[in-house]
T-cell receptor, first 114, second 115 residues
Framework: KQEVTQIPAALSVPEGENLVLNCSFT??????LQWFRQDPGKGLTSLLL?????REQTSGRLNASLDKSSGRSTLYIAASQPGDSATYLC?????????????FGDGTTLTVKP | GAVVSQHPSRVICKSGTSVKIECRSL??????MFWYRQFPKQSLMLMAT?????????EQGVEKDKFLINHASLTLSTLTVTSAHPEDSSFYIC???????????FGEGSRLTVL
């Protein structure tokens, strides 16, 4: 059974800092890995999707990497801003096809202080 | 990215009544949609997988007669909470899977309060 762990559970940084969020998973047989942000009382917003054959994806100040063999992914946020404050979740989709369910981590709650 | 709309965003109902929540993929066809429940300060709990044209697949411990799921078209899935009780009060979220890439897109969530 796939298990996804996110460390740290909470993180507080001053504005402008670069930071890294971590996601680890126990079963390397994944189809893809996706990073989301969730604002309080809202749904999830997709940030980056990495297919199992890819090593990283970038979007603006965000960069996500994937190391399937070690079961790890990182989300790098450059020059953090107060608007980045949210809970960040990673999800891995299992199996060799895109038909698998996704397993979610518990998230990292990020606070960026002005 | 693709857009998934969920409605209503908030609903308050009396105990014993039924409530329907809709999840629509606005700009793509979704063969597969998912329904989740989220408790305060916790991650998502998958309730069921909704497949267009077939019966939903429920996770262990989720009552299929309590949480009715219908996925009658490629753009619409509905979750009906039947005979709602206060313990059903929660935040319900849907997602739709983009078949081409497997990417998930989420609705805005529905806050259900059962009095």
């Amino acid at each position: 059974k796939q298990e996804v762990t996110q460390i740290p559970a909470a993180l507080s940084v001053p504005e402008g800092e670069n930071l890294v969020l971590n996601c680890s998973f126990t079963d390397s047989a994944i189809y893809n890995l996706q990073w989301f942000r969730q604002d309080p009382g809202k749904g999830l917003t997709s940030l980056l999707l990495i297919q199992s054959s890819q090593r990283e994806q970038t979007s603006g100040r965000l960069n996500a990497s994937l190391d399937k063999s070690s079961g790890r992914s990182t989300l790098y946020i450059a020059a953090s801003q107060p608007g980045d404050s949210a809970t960040y979740l990673c999800a891995v989709s299992g199996g060799n096809t895109n038909a698998g369910k996704s397993t979610f981590g518990d998230g990292t709650t990020l606070t960026v202080k002005p | 990215g693709a857009v998934v709309s969920q409605h209503p965003s908030r609903v308050i109902c009396k105990s014993g009544t039924s409530v329907k929540i809709e999840c629509r993929s606005l700009d793509f066809q979704a063969t597969t949609m998912f329904w989740y429940r989220q408790f305060p300060k916790q991650s998502l709990m998958l309730m069921a997988t909704s497949n267009e044209g077939s019966k939903a697949t429920y996770e262990q411990g989720v009552e299929k007669d309590k949480f009715l799921i219908n996925h009658a078209s490629l753009t619409l899935s509905t979750l009906t909470v039947t005979s709602a009780h206060p313990e059903d009060s929660s935040f319900y979220i849907c997602s739709a899977k983009l078949g081409r890439t497997g990417e998930l897109f989420f609705g805005e969530g529905s806050r259900l309060t059962v009095l």
